[in-house]
């Protein structure tokens, strides 16, 4: 058995007492009282969810098993000559919680490379779709015409005991996840390069083979290998996580499952809105007619936006009340590698400019920008320009924390997921208005 699979095993043995104790001691314990506000509000702030993968501060922002980003990076093992840590060395540790020796991390790679080979039949899938599919359909698409790959349902369908269901969950979301760049970039070159693929290339890594058969040169290797760690988790009440949550709580299987979360984060209040984001920047740069943007012109489209009855793309978040963590590291990249980018100078005096518009819109409970107001100028500088594909990059990464939670949930043997409604009535009768 792979050394990542083993420390896994312990740490599910090690993690069941806990969860256990919880439920039989704990149960009673009052995590606070659901209003109706909460109620009808999107569950907001309900504490309602266990995710031991990742946390989010709404000040503080994400952390990574305990790790804050820049930590994150900083503590995994990197290969010689790049900055940042491989996507399997992450894989790893969101799965354990430890940080993988570069040995550890390589075997991680060598077992994703033997999974990776897409059937066949997925490029037939992808090519029957009609022209003008979005690119988040076609990445939904192939996923779930892959579940007859799973290896979870079949095990199921033979008897398999409840304590065992997260082995063959692990195994499917390894196998799926090891597949991923290659779908990725596969319909990205379907889509906007004439159909002309590039093979993988059985030598690389997760990050370095994605930017490979993007057809793009280093450091794009490096920048996937960010994009998708930093992309990875936002603990599980958000949209994609919560629905990756959900359909797996039913025991549906990862394919499944993953499907149905990056069609929620296929919405433009979610994942959508780094696509959203380049749309609204362009159309206001080709606006200006060629002339140099000013904070006064930025004010005054953001103000447009507003008051045609829209959000501004990049702003925002549920639980956040800063500016966003992943903004600021991929404003640091840019800081660093492209700071004379025209693009970037433009979503630099966003910056400046929208947090002061929106505080005197005075509707937004958070004016900062969240990851999804920096993600695209970086796509768009390494050729990237396409950027209805923005939510598949996004959603490669979030396939990573959300598999790794799902194979906890299936060790721990959360279950079948399902709050209570109530009728708006009962809520008026609570609320001694009827
Ligand atoms: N522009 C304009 N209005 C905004 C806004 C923004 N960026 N952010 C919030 N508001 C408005 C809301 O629409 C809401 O208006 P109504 O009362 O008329 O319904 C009001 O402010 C209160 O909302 P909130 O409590 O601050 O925010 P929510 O928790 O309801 O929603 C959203 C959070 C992220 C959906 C919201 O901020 C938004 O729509 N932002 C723009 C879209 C976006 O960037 N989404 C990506 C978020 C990060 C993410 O998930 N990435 O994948």
Same mark, same amino acid.
């Given at each position: 058995?792979?050394?990542?699979?083993?420390?896994?095993?312990?740490?599910?043995?090690?993690?069941?007492?806990?969860?256990?104790?919880?439920?039989?001691?704990?149960?009673?314990?009052?995590?606070?009282?659901?209003?109706?506000?909460?109620?009808?509000?999107?569950?907001?702030?309900?504490?309602?969810?266990?995710?031991?993968?990742?946390?989010?501060?709404?000040?503080?922002?994400?952390?990574?098993?305990?790790?804050?980003?820049?930590?994150?990076?900083?503590?995994?093992?990197?290969?010689?000559?790049?900055?940042?840590?491989?996507?399997?060395?992450?894989?790893?540790?969101?799965?354990?919680?430890?940080?993988?020796?570069?040995?550890?991390?390589?075997?991680?790679?060598?077992?994703?490379?033997?999974?990776?080979?897409?059937?066949?039949?997925?490029?037939?899938?992808?090519?029957?779709?009609?022209?003008?599919?979005?690119?988040?359909?076609?990445?939904?698409?192939?996923?779930?015409?892959?579940?007859?790959?799973?290896?979870?349902?079949?095990?199921?369908?033979?008897?398999?005991?409840?304590?065992?269901?997260?082995?063959?969950?692990?195994?499917?979301?390894?196998?799926?996840?090891?597949?991923?760049?290659?779908?990725?970039?596969?319909?990205?070159?379907?889509?906007?390069?004439?159909?002309?693929?590039?093979?993988?290339?059985?030598?690389?890594?997760?990050?370095?083979?994605?930017?490979?058969?993007?057809?793009?040169?280093?450091?794009?290797?490096?920048?996937?290998?960010?994009?998708?760690?930093?992309?990875?988790?936002?603990?599980?009440?958000?949209?994609?996580?919560?629905?990756?949550?959900?359909?797996?709580?039913?025991?549906?299987?990862?394919?499944?499952?993953?499907?149905?979360?990056?069609? =929620?984060?296929?919405?433009?209040?979610?994942? $959508? %809105? *780094?696509?959203?984001?380049? &749309?609204?920047?362009?159309?206001? !740069? #080709?606006?200006?007619?060629?002339?140099?943007?000013?904070?006064?012109?930025?004010?005054?489209?953001?103000?447009?936006?507003?008051?045609?009855?829209?959000?501004?793309?990049?702003?925002?978040?549920?639980?956040?009340?800063?500016?966003?963590?992943?903004?600021?590291?991929?404003?640091?990249?840019?800081?660093?590698?492209?700071?004379?980018?025209?693009?970037?100078?433009?979503?630099?005096?966003?910056?400046?400019?929208?947090?002061?518009?929106?505080?005197?819109?005075?509707?937004?409970?958070?004016?900062?920008?969240?990851?999804?107001?920096?993600?695209?100028?970086?796509?768009?500088?390494?050729?990237?320009?396409?950027?209805?594909?923005?939510?598949?990059?996004? =959603?490669?990464?979030?396939?990573?924390?959300? $598999? %790794? *939670?799902?194979?906890?949930? &299936?060790?721990?043997?959360?279950? !079948? #997921?399902?709050?209570?409604?109530?009728?708006?009535?009962?809520?008026?009768?609570?609320?001694?208005?009827?």
């Amino acid at each position: 058995m792979s050394s990542l699979k083993e420390t896994l095993r312990q740490k599910i043995e090690e993690h069941r007492p806990r969860t256990t104790r919880l439920l039989k001691e704990h149960s009673d314990v009052k995590l606070g009282e659901v209003t109706i506000g909460q109620a009808i509000g999107g569950a907001r702030g309900v504490r309602c969810l266990v995710t031991d993968t990742s946390y989010l501060d709404p000040m503080e922002g994400i952390r990574f098993r305990g790790k804050t980003i820049p930590e994150t990076f900083a503590a995994l093992p990197k290969e010689p000559g790049r900055d940042y840590p491989s996507v399997e060395s992450f894989w790893y540790f969101i799965l354990t919680g430890e940080i993988p020796t570069l040995e550890q991390a390589q075997e991680v790679e060598a077992d994703f490379k033997k999974r990776a080979k897409v059937p066949e039949y997925v490029w037939d899938v992808l090519r029957a779709l009609p022209e003008d599919s979005h690119p988040m359909a076609m990445f939904s698409s192939a996923i779930v015409a892959m579940q007859r790959e799973s290896v979870f349902a079949k095990a199921y369908n033979e008897g398999l005991g409840k304590m065992d269901f997260w082995d063959p969950t692990y195994e499917d979301a390894t196998n799926l996840l090891a597949k991923l760049p290659t779908i990725g970039a596969f319909i990205y070159r379907l889509k906007f390069k004439g159909g002309k693929i590039i093979d993988p290339d059985p030598n690389l890594d997760f990050g370095g083979n994605f930017a490979h058969m993007m057809g793009i040169d280093a450091p794009y290797d490096d920048v996937a290998r960010m994009y998708f760690i930093l992309h990875s988790d936002h603990e599980s009440g958000n949209v994609s996580a919560h629905t990756i949550h959900l359909v797996a709580s039913a025991l549906s299987d990862p394919y499944y499952a993953l499907s149905a979360g990056i069609n =929620g984060l296929a919405g433009p209040l979610h994942g $959508l %809105a *780094n696509e959203n984001v380049l &749309r609204w920047t362009q159309g206001f !740069i #080709e606006g200006l007619g060629g002339k140099e943007p000013t904070e006064d012109v930025i004010r005054e489209a953001l103000w447009d936006t507003l008051n045609s009855g829209q959000v501004i793309p990049g702003y925002g978040h549920a639980v956040l009340r800063k500016t966003d963590p992943r903004y600021m590291s991929q404003r640091e990249f840019c800081l660093k590698n492209l700071p004379d980018y025209p693009l970037f100078k433009v979503i630099s005096m966003i910056y400046q400019v929208a947090p002061g518009v929106l505080k005197e819109h005075g509707k937004a409970a958070n004016p900062w920008p969240n990851v999804d107001a920096q993600s695209g100028v970086i796509q768009w500088y390494y050729g990237v320009t396409e950027y209805s594909f923005y939510t598949v990059l996004f =959603g490669i990464g979030r396939a990573i924390g959300t $598999l %790794a *939670n799902i194979t906890w949930d &299936r060790a721990l043997g959360y279950p !079948i #997921e399902r709050p209570k409604s109530l009728t708006t009535a009962m809520l008026e009768e609570a609320a001694g208005i009827k």
